[in-house]
């Protein structure tokens, strides 16, 4: 496991996105499994170096401390619907127990590149909303994936918040999606104000 030094040398990547959580030990030499949180986790096998954090929910305990900010993976692979991983940084199956429930993060920039109108999710996160007569619907405040296609759930403007609006479903396909400008961060639509 790693120690309390070299976790000092660690720096935490400014672009680090959560991609799965560790959810047990993977065989006898502190391999471990970890359930993703995309169904395409590109950025998991791509990125040889998985940043971790405490579970959230977790009271601290002396264990905690001996979590270690960064692990070294040496191989990521799909087993059933979990990845498994062997880590260099840990000696046995007892140090990759002691992980059970940590977050998982990869730096933005260890993504692998979209291609032309692909998007992460986490990109479109945040994003202003306004419909095709430039009038805002609000923000994207997540995104549900319904199989088809993603949806976009579009949480009111704060200024809406006086008003009875509620939070906006709407489809992420060509049909209402005219286009997504990043740098911008905006998305134009083809949805009205009482729809």
Known sequence: MATASQDDAVVWPEDAIEVGRIVDAWGLQGGIKVVP???????????????????ENKLPTRDAARVPSLLHITQARFQGDVIVANVRDLADRTAAE????????????????TQADEYYWHDLIGLAVVNREGESLGTVAGLLDTGAHSVLRVAPAT??????????L??????????????ERRITVDWGLDY
Do not use: H, K, M
């Open 170 to 183: 709407i489809p992420f396909v060509a049909a209402y999606v005219d286009g997504v400008d990043l740098t």
């Open 37 to 55: 949180f995309s169904s395409d986790p590109q950025a998991l096998f791509s990125s040889r170096r998985w940043f971790l954090q405490p579970p």
């Open 98 to 113: 002691a992980l059970r429930g940590c977050r998982v993060f990869v730096p933005r920039a260890s993504f692998p590149s």
């Open 159 to 168: 200024s809406d918040a006086a008003s009875d609006a509620s939070e906006r």
